[in-house]
């Protein structure tokens, strides 16, 4: 998306930020139960001047030698560490022993960027009661969720399974929805003992997924490790089926579109659907490049259109909105090569397709 720094601080509703509505919920979480759940945050490099030291060199594909070693000693030359790393880093940090001493069982791990992820104690007292060291929130897996993880049973055991991990030939199949009808919405529900006993055993050997990127015209690979890949070493693991309103992530800008416009509403830091909209699925938005960087997406929208009653959006070109557009049914702006298409104040546009002024 273009972020220069870290994604958590992007505005999503009334000036609030991910990380305000995180508080927001852990705060009255905290009031209403009489209790004191911390927040803890993950960063790397990108997102900490601190913690420079856990950076990791990029690998060139040709040699596999690290990207710096070439002359790249720039950001570009390295990554920043996945969030498979959480459970060491738990460790190292001493924060593991601390909320141990405090009593703590579970920490329950989500993305920044996942607005439904929010603590639900209906999970948290079945693990208590099943004994179960480790949960994965899973949910009915759609189209666009074709590239998500997925729980496999191997080896007499609970595992994640990657698109990153499917060879070539499988990758249609590991798509299929009617035969993987189920996705890694990357909530996890972790208990503290079993984390402090497999990091000191060093038994936490999660595969190794190598993600293709490119620097300045250079393939290279960044050697990751899942969180969710985890599963397979925890007693008693299991995935939970939850509602799809649990898993709510901003990872482009047609996301950021979505929870930022009237289709979803904010009490005490939750953001919940709104009831007027009658269509159990979310509009299909499609945003052309010129809206993918959060500035640009931002600087084009003078406020975010309406689209309770939106099917599916599609946008290219040099297009701008105005204040108060309704967008509803279906709805395509592409504007024509070389002109600007300003889509003026309080304009309502119905199954439309509008190249021009004059379209409107």
């Not at 189209?143 to 249609?172: C, F, M, R, W």
């Not at 299929?176 to 972790?190: A, C, D, G, M, R």
């Not at 190598?210 to 299991?238: C, H, M, R, S, Y």
């Not at 040099?318 to 504007?335: I, P, R, T």
Request: hydrophobic residues 40%; aromatic residues 8%.
């Amino acid at each position: 998306m273009g972020c220069t720094g870290p994604k958590s601080v992007i505005e999503v509703r009334n000036g609030l930020t991910f990380l305000d509505l995180i508080v927001i919920q852990i705060e009255s979480l905290n009031k209403k139960y009489g209790c004191s759940v911390p927040l803890l945050l993950m960063n790397s490099f990108n997102t900490h001047e601190d913690t420079q030291k856990s950076q990791y060199p990029r690998l060139v594909v040709d040699d596999f030698l690290p990207l710096p070693s070439k002359g790249e000693t720039g950001k570009d030359g390295w990554y920043p560490p996945g969030h498979g790393d959480v459970f060491p880093s738990l460790m190292n940090s001493g924060k593991l022993d601390a909320l141990l001493s405090q009593g703590k069982e579970y920490v329950f791990v989500a993305n920044s960027d996942n607005l439904g992820a929010v603590v639900d104690l209906k999970i948290l007292n079945h693990l208590i009661q099943n004994k179960n060291e480790y949960c994965m929130e899973v949910t009915p897996k759609t189209l666009a969720d074709v590239k998500g993880g997925t729980l496999i049973s191997y080896d007499g055991k609970v595992q994640l399974l990657e698109i990153a991990q499917v060879p070539d030939e499988h990758v249609n199949e590991f798509k299929s929805i009617e035969k993987f009808k189920i996705f890694n919405t990357n909530n996890l529900w972790v208990n503290l003992n079993a984390i402090k006993r497999l990091v000191q055993a060093d038994a936490l050997k999660m595969e190794i997924i190598p993600n293709p990127k490119e620097v300045n015209g250079v393939k290279v690979l960044q050697l990751e490790t899942a969180a969710g890949a985890a599963i397979k070493f925890f007693d008693n693991a299991i995935g939970i089926n939850v509602p799809r309103s649990r898993f709510l992530p901003v990872k482009a800008s047609s996301d950021l579109l979505l929870v930022q416009s009237d289709l979803y509403t904010e009490k005490d830091g939750y953001v919940i659907r709104n009831p007027a909209r009658t269509d159990p699925a979310n509009p299909s938005i499609e945003l052309g490049p010129e809206f993918k960087k959060v500035g640009d997406f931002l600087k084009r929208f003078k406020s975010i259109p309406s689209i309770i009653e939106l099917a599916s959006l599609k946008v290219s070109g040099d297009v701008w909105f105005g204040s108060n557009v309704v967008l509803k049914g279906k709805v395509v702006v592409a504007a024509n090569s070389g002109e600007k298409l300003e889509i003026p104040d309080g304009a309502v546009l119905e199954n439309k397709e509008v190249h021009s002024a004059g379209d409107i």
